[in-house]
């Protein structure tokens, strides 16, 4: 069975202070792992995709990368609107369909 | 703003009840996704249609059901319900469907309460 699971459940930084998120993953066939993320009662909001180990995409403050076995999310220097659960989802094949499955997240709160 | 609509964004209902929740695709996509988030269990997936065809199911319930219409709206009908299906209702759509890991773009969601 597929599974994501994501760490910390939750991080509390200071403005400007850089750290990463982490995303673990045990799937058969994966072919692509994607970033989003989610501000409370809203959905989730499109950020990366990752197709294969190596690879790495930037978005302002935010800079995902893949390995065999897990992604990290690192966010540099944060600000308080990058407050928010940051959502891993890998994307799997199933029957004739494909389907996302989800890690619970990682809550981060961003202080001034 | 994803371009995924849903209707209502809240609704709530007694146990025993039929529900049914609304989702537009954003315009070109044929691939619609059905998702559950409780606050134990997380963005489940629920079920796949792409341009009117069922594709794939994952934990749905037997007591709920899903179409795709040929306009590519489709509808999530909950019946029966119970109190443990409580949750927001997520619906996200896809320009394709395969091996492809095309992007999927969510909704604002249904929030489901059952008393």
């Known amino acids: 069975e597929d599974q994501v699971t994501q760490s910390p459940e939750a991080l509390r930084l200071q403005e400007g202070e850089s750290s990463s998120l982490n995303c673990s993953y045990t799937?058969?066939?994966?072919?692509?792992l994607f970033w989003y993320r989610q501000d409370p009662g809203k959905g989730p909001e499109f950020l990366f995709t990752l197709y294969s180990a190596g690879e790495e995409k930037e978005k302002e403050r935010l800079k995902a990368t893949l390995t065999k076995k897990e992604s990290f999310l690192h966010i540099t220097a944060p600000k308080p609107e990058d407050s928010a659960t940051y959502l891993c989802?890998?994307?799997?094949?199933?029957?004739?369909?494909?389907?996302?499955?989800f890690g619970t997240g990682t809550q981060l709160k961003v202080e001034l | 703003d994803s371009g995924v609509t849903q209707t209502p964004k809240h609704l709530i209902t007694a146990t025993g009840q039929r529900v049914t929740l609304r989702c537009s695709p954003r315009s070109g996509d044929l691939s619609v996704y059905w998702y559950q988030q409780s606050l134990d269990q997380g963005l489940q997936f629920l079920i796949q249609?792409?341009?009117?065809?069922?594709?794939a199911k994952g934990n749905i319930l037997e007591r709920f059901s899903a179409q795709q219409f040929p306009d590519l709206h489709s509808e999530l009908n909950l019946s029966s319900l119970e109190l443990g299906d409580s949750a927001l209702y997520f619906c996200?759509?896809?320009?394709?469907?395969?091996?492809?890991?095309?992007?999927?773009?969510f909704g604002p969601g249904t929030r489901l309460t059952v008393t």
């Open positions: 249609y792409y341009n009117g065809e069922e594709r």
């Open positions: 989802a890998v994307h799997t094949i199933t029957g004739g369909g494909n389907k996302l499955t």
């Open positions: 799937v058969s066939g994966l072919r692509g």
């Open positions: 996200a759509s896809s320009v394709g469907i395969g091996d492809r890991p095309y992007e999927q773009y």
